[in-house]
């Protein structure tokens, strides 16, 4: 075979081979990002999800009050066990919003829930020291 035909055809392999790598390299980041991107998306379910239990227990909360204010009867028990209920899963919304800063380049407002910058010191929103 010609020298430099078969300059030419190594060439072509090793453009090739290279391009194979790279397109690797990108359909790996690719799924990566995906990946990441799935995840984030469970949390901010659940977290909706979380939000939503929460509002039905302060709905709840809210009529055993009001129960109470017209004198009908309302046991402690009852009133603590939704408290603690909304403690419970306040707890549980701590943690998935501090997995999901980690998985992003930002932080989240202990106090407000807000979403800073990581090189914020105070929430822009509520002013609270991050």
């Known amino acids: ?11 072509v392999k090793d453009t090739a081979s290279r391009t194979g790598r790279s397109v690797g390299r990108a359909a790996d980041a690719a799924g990566k990002k995906a990946s990441e991107m799935a995840a984030a998306t469970r949390l901010n379910l659940r977290i909706f999800d979380l ?5 039905v227990l302060f ?6 009050v009001y129960e109470l204010h ?5 046991t402690s028990e009852d009133m603590d066990a939704k408290l603690e209920e909304v403690d419970a899963k306040k707890e549980q919304l701590a943690e998935l919003r501090d997995q999901l800063a980690s998985m992003r380049s930002v932080s989240i407002c202990p106090n407000c829930g807000r979403t ?14 991050l």
């Open 116 to 129: 800073c910058s990581r090189e914020d010191s105070f929430c822009p929103g509520c002013g609270t020291e």
């Open 70 to 74: 017209r004198g009908d009867e309302v």
């Open 1 to 11: 075979m010609d020298t430099k035909l078969q300059s030419f055809l190594d060439k």
């Open 51 to 55: 939000n939503t239990e929460c509002d």
């Open 59 to 64: 709905r709840d909360i809210g009529r055993m």
